[in-house]
């Protein structure tokens, strides 16, 4: 696979057990030696009888989210790390939910992540659940055939009554005792549309009274009428995802099928088809097998695909990449690189362990990635003007421009320098002018000298202030050097440097400050109302000022603005002549207290 190199294997539960079948030989490609009995049925054709095989395997029905990322991260890196093949497999059985536009940008997200599902041989790993739909109905029939499945005309309710309950066993269906050809008949009939939506269901005839209540004649079949984005109107019936799953993996000589613990009960009955289909010959692979890891739960966000599409129905967010969302193309619209991704995903670790994991933990995979490329720039967020009074005197004339710069970086070598200027009218922020400064504070206020960073060091004289005493101006002189005359040399000591862009050169932009979308570190945990805790403050848009630098951002570029943390230009809104900047975090971590 063409992926990137993690940096760190921690290794994990995972990992061992692939390691113990490729050393010992077990892993299920490894027995598989001869050619495919029923090749038409098995979709991965030629199999590498050394290699292993995961599999990602989204259910096309919304953008993916950062806990998809991580079993993408997983499933893929395992590929990568033991020379294996991770398909990319769309679960498309529920046509109702699903869309082209989920496959396209489910594609997008896992190649953005840096991992592909072609080869560099050009082999395409590329599946469809629907693909293998003649085949799942195949499997469907050999059941009914064998006895082992029957058309279950109850009602919902008499079904959902009759399942028991963790105390209760079921009760078998009156229709549970349906000869085969009788079976056989109805399932023609619901094929070919004589049975109305929900009217019957095809289920595996297992065990009413199984403790394991998914194993008390699961539904593998149900009648749909919907249009799906493969197959288009070819079936009204559609395989449920119990059933089409082990299928799958099975055809596709899955070796390795990698999922969250949820799933850990449905494994019997994974095992359970299989081994029934693999007797009648369906399946001549042996044994795909089933491995479960917890989920990962992220703070201050909520990783359901159903709620995150409320979010964006009901138009709470701007849509699926809006940058408040935890999906992966909102995490990158907001400024999150590839790498700080993966990283994040490798510190998180593989366990199956219920853990929540602090969002702080993102972001500071983000800073450290970010750290040592974003190039800093100085921008004013919150804008006061400040003049400089005595700038004709020191400079000869009013409209003189000093040229100042400073390094991009702040270490390493060749590290461009961005260029700015300085004239008599300034922009600085706010917050660094006090009329009557608090106790300790060391920026400007009438007396006290401060060094406009990468520039001269100035003396405050005082402010201007409007009718309503609100300071329109903070007004300054710049301070010669005591030895030499010369304006900020370093002679001069100081207590601080403010951040700041001068009115001449700094560029307007707008900049929209992001914050987490909920109040609450476990917004939708034991029942809590998520809508409910939405953080009214998650976005703040300003008018900034930013330096010159700036002016040739691009989207996607990130920086770090001093002093305030690592902004993105906006991959949707960001135009050179209408600048857009995203936050992406601060410098550290505010929440943690
Ligand atoms: P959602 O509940 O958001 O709809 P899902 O599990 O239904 O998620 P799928 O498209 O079926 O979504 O998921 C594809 C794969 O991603 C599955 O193997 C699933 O186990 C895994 N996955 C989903 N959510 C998480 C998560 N929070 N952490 C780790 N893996 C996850
Ligand atoms: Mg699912």
Redesign the pocket.
């Given at each position: 696979m063409s992926a990137p190199t993690a940096p760190t294997k921690p290794t994990n539960f995972l990992r061992q057990i692939i390691e113990n079948h490729l050393a010992e030989g077990t892993h299920a490609g490894r027995h598989w030696g001869g050619s495919p009995g029923d090749a038409a049925h098995h979709a991965a054709g030629q199999v590498d009888t050394a290699k292993i095989r995961t599999r990602?395997?989204?259910?096309p029905n919304?953008y993916l989210?950062v806990?998809?990322a991580?079993?993408i991260c997983l499933n893929f890196g395992l590929a990568r790390d033991y020379d294996g093949i991770c398909h990319l497999r769309f679960?498309d059985t529920n046509p109702e939910k699903e869309e082209q536009e989920y496959v396209d940008s489910i594609k997008e997200a896992v190649r953005w992540l840096g991992f592909d599902w072609q080869d560099a041989q050009g082999n395409n790993y590329l599946y469809y659940a629907s693909d293998y739909f003649d085949f799942m109905h195949r499997a469907a029939v050999y059941l009914i055939e064998q006895g082992l499945a029957y058309v279950d005309e109850q009602s919902a309710e008499d079904m959902r009554a009759n399942r028991g309950d963790f105390t209760t066993p079921g009760k078998d269906s009156p229709f549970r005792s349906r000869s085969v050809a009788d079976n056989l008949e109805r399932f023609a009939d619901m094929k070919d549309g004589k049975l109305a939506d929900g009217a019957a269901v095809l289920r595996a005839k297992i065990d009413m009274a199984a403790p394991n209540i998914n194993m008390r004649d699961p539904a593998i079949y149900r009648i749909r009428r919907a249009t799906h984005h493969n197959t288009g109107d070819q079936w009204c019936i559609y395989p449920m995802y119990t059933f089409a799953h082990p299928i799958e993996d099975a055809l596709e000589h899955i070796t390795h099928s990698i999922?969250?613990l949820e799933f850990e009960d449905q494994r019997p009955f994974y095992d359970w088809l299989l081994d029934h289909l693999r007797e009648g010959g369906l399946i001549v692979t042996p044994q795909s097998r089933q491995y479960e890891f917890s989920?990962?739960n992220l703070t201050y966000v909520v990783?359901?695909?159903?709620k995150l599409k409320h979010l964006v129905d009901n138009g709470i967010v701007s849509g699926w990449d809006d940058p408040r969302m935890p999906t992966i193309m909102g995490l990158r619209r907001r400024g999150f690189t590839p790498a700080s991704i993966r990283d994040f995903c490798e510190r998180i670790g593989v366990t199956k362990d219920y853990a929540w994991i602090d969002y702080s933990l993102l972001e500071l995979c983000l800073r450290e990635d970010l750290e040592h490329q974003a190039h800093r720039a100085m921008v004013v967020l919150d804008p006061v003007a400040l003049e400089l009074t005595n700038w004709a005197e020191v400079f000869g004339s009013d409209a003189h421009i000093e040229a100042c710069e400073l390094p991009a970086l702040p270490k390493g070598e060749n590290i461009p320098l961005r260029q700015f200027g300085l004239g008599r009218q300034v922009w600085i922020e706010r917050e660094d002018f006090e009329e009557t400064p608090p106790k300790g504070y060391k920026r400007l206020f009438p007396g006290n000298k401060v060094r406009l960073k990468g520039g001269y060091v100035i003396e405050c004289t005082g402010c201007e202030k409007d009718a309503d005493g609100h300071i329109t101006k903070v007004l300054a002189t710049v301070v010669p050097d005591t030895k030499s005359g010369t304006p900020g040399a370093d002679s001069v000591k100081v207590k601080a440097a403010i951040t700041w862009v001068s009115q001449h050169d700094a560029v307007e932009a707008e900049v929209r400050l992001y914050d987490r979308l909920f109040t609450d570190a476990q917004p939708d945990a034991g029942g809590k109302d998520f809508l409910a805790l939405l953080n009214p403050g998650s976005l703040k848009t300003v008018t900034a000022y930013v330096e010159p630098s700036l002016a040739s951002a691009q989207p996607d570029d990130k920086y770090q603005f001093e002093r305030f943390g690592y902004f993105v230009a906006d991959r949707t809104d960001h135009r050179a002549d209408k600048p857009v900047f995203n936050k992406i975090t601060g410098l550290r971590d505010s929440w943690g207290k």
């Open positions: 990602f395997p989204p259910e919304g989210h806990g998809h991580k079993s679960d999922c969250t989920r990962l990783t359901s695909k159903r």
